[in-house]
């Protein structure tokens, strides 16, 4: 599976991003995917995650009512839906895809990664 990552840019404070995690390759809708964030400085973190199954498992509380996560499998693509957006959210993300039916929050029992989109927010 290869994943490419999409839709950041800069932003003002309460505006919107939709991020696109396009996959490629068999069985992309047999992966749990999940988005995680680095900002400057700091450790890679997982955010939000969507299971084989499209459950949600929130890995931010801070995220919790303005992120959304949803699966496309016909493009073979899920979003990330990121409204009120905050000065705080700004970073790269990352989509990556693990070979499992659930969630995990650490990323190196991810399997696949995508390339990272900058998302910016200006207070």
């Known amino acids: 599976v290869q994943l490419q990552a999409s839709g950041g840019g800069l932003v003002q404070a309460g505006g919107s991003l939709r991020l696109s995690c396009a996959g490629s390759?068999?069985?992309?809708?047999?992966?749990?995917i999940g988005w995680f964030r680095q900002a400057p400085g700091k450790e890679r973190k997982g955010v939000i995650c969507?299971?084989?199954?499209?459950?949600?498992?929130y890995y931010s509380d801070s995220v919790k009512g303005r992120f959304t996560i949803s699966r496309d499998t016909a493009k073979k693509t899920v979003y990330l839906q990121m409204n009120s957006l905050k000065p705080e959210d700004t970073a790269v993300y990352y989509c990556?895809?693990?070979?499992?039916?659930?969630?995990?929050?650490?990323?190196?029992?991810?399997?696949?990664w995508g390339q990272g989109t900058q998302v910016t927010v200006s207070s």
């Open positions: 990556a895809a693990l070979w499992s039916a659930n969630c995990a929050s650490r990323g190196d029992l991810y399997d696949y």
């Open positions: 969507i299971s084989e199954g499209d459950r949600t498992t």
């Open positions: 390759g068999g069985g992309f809708d047999e992966y749990a």
